[in-house]
């Protein structure tokens, strides 16, 4: 009988698919809460609850390090959008403190993951400093802008990377334009600063 080894071979691939299913679900169910944990740590930044923020972080790490012990082989893809929230979060907060932003070796994540969440942190770096000049903290404004256009020529030859590290090079394009915006505005407040300057001597 030609079919004699197919039927134990297929229970055998049916048995391992299996687990690696239920694997997959159980990623992509609970590392949700990762996904929450960051969103809330990135808000309450940018609301200057830096305790907060810190300590949703925190939580988030201890979720990432439980559920990479299910993330094997192939599965790792799987913890890619909540490691590149991690990285966001974890920059966010670097910069905001005006420390170092962690290598990914420090955060233990994928290459691709801490890329990706390198471009995300871009993005919150232009709230950043809309925030900061809203209450006319020019100095800070032009630090965060300096760190985010450092940032974004980095990551910018990331962009051949495209096809291995997905969305890479719509991320660079939507910063340059993040970047050129922040830039306009920083170069308009400075003018308006140094106009309320002179105006100020002129009154004396």
Known sequence: MTLKNVKPSLNKIAKNLETVQDAREFLLKNTREIIILCSKSIIAVHKGDLVTGKNNLKQADTLLKKYKKKATGGLRR?????????????????????????????????????VLGLLDCVGELKRQVFDKIRIDDIDEATRIFETMENLYLQ?????????VVK??????????????????????????????????????
């Open 78 to 114: 799987y913890l890619i959008t909540p490691e590149q929230e991690f990285v966001e979060a974890a920059c966010l907060i670097a910069i905001v403190e005006k420390k170092e932003i962690p290598s990914d070796k420090k955060l233990a994540v994928m290459p691709e993951s801490y």
């Open 155 to 163: 990551l910018y030859t990331f962009s051949m990377y495209d096809k």
């Open 167 to 204: 969305e890479a090079r719509r991320k660079i394009d939507v910063n340059r334009i993040l970047v050129d915006d922040v830039r306009s505005v920083i170069t308009e407040e400075k003018r308006r600063t140094e106009l309320i300057k002179i105006l100020k001597k002129l009154e004396k």
